[in-house]
C-alpha cells in the first residue's frame, strides 16, 4: 500500500463503515475498504496539491500587483503627458515670445494656462521645486544627519528607546497639519525675523518640508550607522582616537553610502511633497533664485490646477506632463539610492 | 592636535549631534503644544457629532471624520489582502531570486512615488479608465466615472502598499525557521506551513503595519484631491436599501474628509480668520486621531519584540 507523508488532513469521515484501519479488511460493495482509502487518500492528495497551485499563483499575482501597478503609473502618466505635446509645441515648455511693456518681444519663461493663449513653461515650476527641495535637503541632512549619528553612536539604550519613537511620530504627523502650521505661525514668524517680503516664500516650505524628512535621513543614517562591524570602532579605539574621533573619521566613512541613499531619498521626497508646499510657499510662478520669494513648485502646480480644469485640453495634459517629469525625477533618485544601499549591503556581507 | 583640543572637539560635537536631536523632539512637542492649545478650546459634543453651519464658520466636522473612518476602513479592506499576499509570495515563495528582486524593487519605487502623482494616477486609472470603462461596458450613464469613495479608497491603497508589504514581510521573516522546518518535517505542505505556523507567529508584526497604513492613509491628502474628496456635502455618503431601510456606506458616492476640511479651510474658504478655531479644531481631532493610531503601532512593537517566544 503507497502512503504519501504529504497527505496530513487523512479524515476519517471519509471512510463508509468502519471507525478503525483494521476494518480496512472487510468489504463495501464490491471494493477492499483499504482499497476505497487508499482511493479517497489519493483524491485528498490531488484535490490538495490543486489547492497548493492555486494559492502560489494568488500570491504570486499580489506580488507581481507592485511591478503592475508601477507600470501602469508609468504608462497612464506618460500618456496624459504626452498628449500635451501635441497640444502645445514643444518650445513653449521651456518658454515663450511675449510683448514686454516696451512692445518689445522678449523671450520668457512663464506658466500662465489660462485662457486661449496660456503659457505652460514649466521652468519656473523646476526652479520652484528646487527653490523648496534644496534647502529642505541641506536643512535635513544636517539635523536628520545629527539625529541618526545620535541614535546610533552617542545614545544611550534608554535614551534610544525614547528618541527613535519620538522621531518615528514626527514622521507619523500628516504633511497637510505640518502645512497648516507653516501657514499660520511659521511664516509670520519667518517674516518677522527676516523682514520678508513675501510672508509665503520657499524658505518657510523649505523648513516645513524639512520636517517632513529629517525622519527620513535620521532613521537611514541610524540603520546605515549601525550595520557598520564593531571592530571598526574597537580599532579606532585602541587607536587612542575619542568617540568623536571614532564617529567622525571611521564610522561615517564605513556607512557614507547609507548615508548618501538616505540623503538621496529625503531629497525625493522634498520633491514630491505636496501639500505643505501648496500651503506655504505662495504659489507664485516665478522664475526667481531668492529664496525668500514666492514659488510655486511642480507638486503644487497639480494640486492647485488640476481640480479645476476640463478633461482632456491642453491645461490639463500639461499638467499631467508636469507630474510625469516629477515622477521621473524621483524615480531616477529612488533607484540611484537603492543602487547605493544595494551595493553597501553587498559590501556589508563580505 | 593638542589632547585639551580633542577632548573639547569630542564633547562639543558630541553635545551638538545630542542637541539635534533634541531639537527634532522639540519640534515635535511645539507642534503637539500649538495644536492642543489653539485646538482644544473648541472640541466638544457638538463640535464631533454635528455637520457644519454658517458656510463652515459654525458648527461641527462629523461629515469629515465619518468620511475619514470610512475611506480609510475601505482603503485597508482593498490593501491589506493585496499587501499581506505579495509579503507571502516574497518572503516564502519567491526568496532571492531575480522575481523576487524586481518586485523588491518595484516595491521601493512605489515607495518614493510622490504622493500628488497618486493623485494624477488615481485620475487617469481610476476614474477615467476604470470607472469611464465600467460605465461604457454596462452601457450606464455617467455612475462609475466620476469622483467617488471607492477610487479614492484604492488611490490610497496603493500608496499604502508598500507600508503593508515591508512590514509584514519584516514579520514573516522574524519567524524562527526552526518552525517551518518542523512543521514541514510533520508533512505539512507549504501553504499549510504558511497558514497554521508563519501566519499565526506574524499576526502582530502585520497588525501593526496595518495601524500604520491607516494612520498614513488618513493623514495623506494629495491622492483624494481629485479622486473624490469633496468641500462641503449637505449630507453623509450613505445610501438606504430601499424596503428594508438598513443605512449602507455609499462608495460611489463623494465624502468629506478631515485633512482636506483643514486644508481648504486653511486656504480657500470664504473666511478664513471665521474659520481659523475650527481649522485648529480639526488639526488637533486628525492629530490626535494619528497619534493614538501610530503610538499604539509603536508600543505594539515594542511589546512583542519584548515577548519571549
Redesign the interface.
Known sequence: MKYDLQSSNFRAANMPNSTSPESGLKRFGDKRISDLLVESRQANVNRQRVQEFIIEKLLFAGGMAAILFIALIFIFLFKEGAKALFLIKPIEFIGTHILDFDNNRVFACMWQPVGESGKYSIVPLLIGSFLVALPATVISTILGGGCGIYLAEIASAKVREIVKPAIELLAGIPTVVIGFLCLTLLATYVQNAFHTTFRLNAFVGAIGVSLVIIPVIASITDDALRAVPNELREASYGLGATRWETIWKVVVPAGISGVTASIILGMGRALGETMIVVMATGNAALVTGNIFSSVRTMTATIAAELGAVPQGGPQYCALFLVGAILFFITFVLNLVAEMIINRMRKKLRL | MTVGK??I???F??G??????????A??IV?LV??VTNGVGVINLSFLFKAPREGMTEGGIFPAIFGTVCITMLMIVLAI??????A???T???GKNF??R??R??????A??????????G???FV??IGRGMDKILGIPLLFGQPAMLWAASTLA?LV??VI?VSTEEALNSVPVSLREAAFA???????VVRNVVLPQARSGILTGAI?SI??G?????PI??TGCAYFLPRLPVFTIPYVHIPVINPLDQFMEL??H??IM??QSTNVAAT?PI?YGT?LV??AL??L???SA?IFR?YFRKRPR
Open positions: 580633542r577632548k572637539f569630542n564633547s560635537f558630541q551638538l549631534c545630542r542637541s539635534m536631536a533634541f531639537l527634532a523632539m519640534v515635535l507642534i500649538k495644536v489582502p493585496v499587501g499581506v499576499s505579495a507571502i509570495y516574497l516564502e515563495y519567491a522575481l523576487g524586481i518586485i524593487a518595484s516595491i521601493n519605487n512605489l518614493g512615488v510622490p504622493s500628488i502623482v497618486f493623485g494624477l494616477f485620475v487617469g486609472f477615467l479608465f496603493l502598499l508598500p508589504i510533520l508533512g505539512a505542505t507549504k501553504w499549510q500604520l494612520s498614513r488618513a493623514g495623506e491628502t494629495a484631491l481629485f485633512s482636506y483643514i486644508f486653511a486656504t481659523r481649522q488639526t486628525l492629530i494619528t497619534f493610531l501610530n503610538l509603536i515594542i
